[in-house]
């Protein structure tokens, strides 16, 4: 970790700082958006409410899923790298959801954007905590908390806008131009902050999280079915 005397909010981290929070913001706009699609996509690609609520439950079963890793990736992997990957796999998901003529379709789409989110959403909170000046410090995680608290407010009205004038699919088109943004930001100012080390992944430890995430989720959803 950067010594806090060292620390600058210099312009570079500001950008890097809003790179994150746009693809933050997006991801958790995004979800709460798509809740108000759920009886268009079950007409449009005649499936039932059992099924089509996998759009947001896979997403966040990802998300949840992805989020216990953060601590691994950060000291193995340079911030840098994690962004682009995580911006990747949000343009990749979001691309392919727009475009998706099948259900699975989109719900493959938004299980890579729930990959990009769960990285973005805990990057943003790192690169604050590592580069920003002791001073500066809560003033800036509360800017970064309000971002994460707004997204879920803006995010059905929203989605429900766009849903009665454009369609669906343009909840997704609209967000490429803010993640291209995000891309450019983070790619061109995020700094590495910690040094990396050459630490080891406890996989059967977290194969055994997965199931227990995933099992919750389907016992879940069985006992709403028939309740």
């Known amino acids: 970790m950067t010594d806090s005397s060292a620390r600058v909010l210099d312009a570079r981290l500001l950008l890097s700082i809003i790179a994150a929070g746009i693809m933050s913001f997006s991801g958790v706009v995004v979800e709460t958006a798509m809740n108000v699609t759920f009886p268009t996509l079950m007409h449009e690609f005649n499936i039932g409410t059992s099924l089509v609520q996998w ?132 790619i061109k100012n995020i700094r590495q902050a910690g040094k990396l080390e050459q630490s080891s992944f406890n996989f059967s430890l977290y194969l055994l999280l997965v199931i227990g995430f995933s099992s919750l989720i389907f016992a879940t959803i069985i006992a709403s079915d028939f309740g």
């Not at 216990?68 to 691309?95: C, D, M, N, Q, V």
């Not at 509360?142 to 994460?148: D, F, M, Q, V, W």
């Open 55 to 186: 759009v947001t439950t896979g997403y966040l079963l990802v998300l949840a899923l992805i989020i216990p890793t953060s601590a691994y990736l950060k000291r193995r992997f340079a911030t840098r790298s994690l962004f682009t990957a995580a911006i990747a796999s949000f343009l990749a998901g979001t691309l392919l959801a727009a475009w998706s003529p099948y259900f699975n379709v989109l719900l493959i789409g938004r299980l890579l954007q729930g990959i990009g989110t769960g990285i973005a959403l805990l990057m943003m909170f790192n690169i604050i905590l590592e580069q920003v000046p002791g001073e500066r410090l809560g003033f800036m995680i509360g800017i970064a908390s309000l971002i994460t608290a707004m997204a879920p407010a803006v995010g059905p009205s929203l989605g429900g806008m766009i849903v009665s004038y454009f369609g669906w699919r343009m909840i997704f088109v609209s967000l490429l131009p803010f993640l291209l943004l995000s891309a450019v930001l983070g």
